[in-house]
């Protein structure tokens, strides 16, 4: 067969799957179908639906929208427990190290994390005082390159569900801008997408939580009367600003985004808000299900509890057990059979 023929007939095998754009997806599910079919409603120009791309906005939770948040906790609460319990360079006031500890031998036996002395996300602020954003990137980096609990094959900042992966590129290349919207530290989420997302998301389009900063010698000044010198280093300061879920997602897509989502991707009651919002101005809400306990740590209970939640409001479903062909990739294996409770 001539060299040009076969060139042509390669490129016309691609087609299907370049326009497809999903990856690692059961194929023919019925979320996957409407998925599909909803985007190709606002991206077809003849659709009476079409959408320009400005008006293409899509938001995703992360912990357990995108990421593994059940291995064996949320990321941010693992490098806290490891900052506040291991780090020899730290020393924790006694009742957050005895917490820490006590957290972390909970987890590990899949049990419910005790009640820490006060916000988890405010210990975490205190914890890091005094970092550059830059050093408490890598901070976290040093523990997203270890092993995670739990499996074997995947480190923790390789804990991205592949599906949702390949649908955040799916939807970049339909032209719709993709936020994240979570209750993780936005420097944290932007250090754990690096190499991965970013190629899709950049640092701008990540709205999580917010902790406080300051200049080196800003002394008691407020940050509207002190202007910071070359000499200055900005710093986390230690306080919590915003803990970006439930009500306070609509409210940071409001504030940073200004514009409403005509799609929202989450997996708790913590997403309601955002999804309520998406799906009162016409968009569409997909929640997944913790329903995969051969693969992950999914809670059967738990699922199907959270499915009627989502019905009743009028959002879709995600099946990580029916709908996900895989969720690591398939040199990542579960070496644990009791599943994690969920959390709070």
């Known amino acids: 067969m001539k060299k040009w023929l076969v060139t042509i007939l390669v490129f016309l095998m691609m087609i299907p799957l370049a326009a497809q754009g999903l990856e690692y997806w059961t194929e023919g599910t019925d979320v996957l179908g409407s998925i599909e079919a909803y985007v190709e409603s606002l991206t077809d120009e003849t659709s009476p639906d079409y959408l320009p791309e400005e008006k293409r906005i899509a938001v995703f939770d992360s912990d357990g929208t995108l990421f593994g948040e059940r291995f064996p906790t949320y990321l941010d609460t693992w490098l806290l427990i490891h900052r506040l319990a291991h780090d020899e360079n730290y020393t924790a006031a006694e009742s957050d190290k005895a917490w820490a500890l006590e957290a972390e031998a909970a987890l590990l036996r899949h049990e419910a994390e005790p009640k820490s002395p006060r916000s988890g996300a405010q210990m975490a602020a205190e914890a890091f005082k005094g970092f550059t954003v830059e050093e408490y990137r890598a901070y976290a980096r040093a ?141 569409k809400a997909y929640m997944l299900l913790c329903d995969d306990t051969e693969r992950d740590y999914g809670d059967l209970k738990v699922a199907e509890k959270f499915r009627g939640e989502c019905e009743a409001l009028g959002f879709e479903t995600i099946s990580m057990k029916e709908d996900f062909a895989t969720i690591y990739g398939e040199d990542v294996h579960k070496v644990e059979e009791e599943a994690l409770s969920p959390a709070a």
């Open 143 to 283: 523990l997203m390159e270890t092993k995670v609990e739990g499996f074997e094959g995947m480190t923790y900042g390789e804990g991205f569900f592949k599906p949702m992966v390949s649908l955040v590129r799916y939807l970049r290349e339909k032209g719709f801008t993709v936020f994240i919207v979570s209750g993780a530290e936005r420097n944290l989420l932007r250090e754990l997408m690096t190499g991965v997302l970013d190629q899709w998301v950049p640092p701008y389009c990540v709205l999580g939580s917010t902790f406080s900063l300051c200049a080196t010698a800003q002394g008691d000044k407020q940050g509207r009367d002190y202007n910071i010198t070359a000499e200055d280093e900005i710093l986390m300061e230690g306080n919590l600003v915003s803990k970006t879920q439930k009500l306070n997602k609509v409210i940071s897509i409001i504030q940073e985004i200004g514009q409403v989502p005509v799609l929202a991707f989450g997996n708790t009651s913590g997403d309601f808000s955002m999804g309520t919002y998406v799906v009162k101005n016409g968009g």
